[in-house]
């Protein structure tokens, strides 16, 4: 019977841990979206003041719930991890209790981008967990030991998420759960796609006192009596799936159909306030683009800080930031679908620019998003082989 209740607790501990890794781990791989929603939770918390610390909170956060995930997979400490386990899930629960109670416009991040839960989801889950730690955790006497090698085992893990977590800070995600995932299309490409135009004009009629809205190749008879015109979105505006990236120059014209028309290369700068050198880096970058044939500028969400000789345009802060990770990455696009991103830190140069004008975009598409999944698949078999198996 005691070993029966052993095993059970160890499920339950192993469950718990599983979940903890899996959303610390997602929240890792993306900083910048940890970041975000740690800034969320600030703001709801009317705790704007920290907004400043959201990016390394929501870092440091993600890091504690790995640390504990892996502790409770492995079995080491098993009470300290317990109570730790406990206290952390306790908080959350709360907080959850207060979203679903007020309801704000905002996402639980429990999962990163990968999943996105409603509140009350998100409450239920925290619920089931908290059943599962204290079935876990008490009686603590009976928890048991756990092996000596399973410290090594943590460790090994440790270290690996340790480089994962620098290598994400430092780069665009592995995996892309964004609406700005490699093979995205763009609400502007689809309208040259198609040939149609962003928005339509549309007719309202009125018979009997109801009113109807029609279309020029579809007008009424004479029976029906017109209202009014108006203008709405377009059935390419309407198609699921598309990506919207607007921008505009600095005469307020709207330009979007510039990200969609042949290839083309867009840096993007959510924060003005970089140093001159890493300008001067994005600056080189777009004309080389330009003179491997690619249509290239630049989009930033203020004004930049030095005088640059390249193409600019103004977007919005969030859609920037949305659409690459990092401040001064590019983005690759072929007649509005998305091909390829790369950081500030790993833009391509004059040869890999070249070679890259030259390949088809849709094995680009293909290599590029397949080394991503099977690099975040292999680290994810390599460290449950080492919790589980070591």
Sequence with gaps: MKYIL????????????????????????????????????????????????????????????????????????????????????????????????????????????????????????????LVLICAYLFPARMLGVNKRRKYVSFALVMISVLTFTVYSWRHIPLVDYTDYETGALLKSGEAISYGEDLYKAVFVYEKDGEEKIFDLEELPDSTWNFVRTETVQS????????????????????????????????????????????????????????????????????????????????????????MNRSNGGATYFSEGYLVRKWSRRSLPDMDNLNKLFQEDETETVIYHDTKGSLGFQGFLLYVFAVMLLL
């Design 235 to 322: 059935a390419a505006e309407d198609s699921s799936g598309l990506i919207d990236l607007s921008f505009y120059d600095a005469d307020g014209n709207y330009m979007d159909h510039l990200a969609a028309e042949g290839r083309v290369i867009v840096v993007s700068v959510y924060d003005p306030t970089m140093k001159e050198q890493n300008w001067r880096k994005v600056e080189t970058f777009i004309k080389n683009a330009q003179e491997a044939g690619f249509n290239a500028f630049l989009l930033v969400s203020g004004t930049p800080e030095v005088q640059l000789d390249i193409p600019i345009y103004t977007a919005d802060f969030k859609t920037l930031l949305a």
């Design 6 to 129: 052993l095993r059970l607790k160890r499920f339950c501990g192993f469950i718990t841990g599983f979940v903890f890794f899996i959303g610390g781990i997602l929240k890792l791989m993306d900083p910048v979206g940890a970041g975000l929603v740690m800034g969320e939770y600030l703001d709801f918390m009317h705790m704007k003041f920290l907004g400043f610390a959201a990016k390394p909170l929501g870092l440091a956060f993600a890091l504690a719930e790995t640390v504990i995930g892996t502790a409770l997979i492995t079995g080491v400490w098993r009470k300290i991890t317990g109570i730790a386990a406990l206290a952390f899930q306790s908080f959350f629960t709360m907080l959850t209790l207060a979203l679903v109670t007020f309801n704000p416009q905002m996402d639980c991040g429990c999962f990163g981008e990968a999943v996105h839960l409603t509140h009350m989801e998100t409450f239920v889950k925290n619920i089931v967990l």
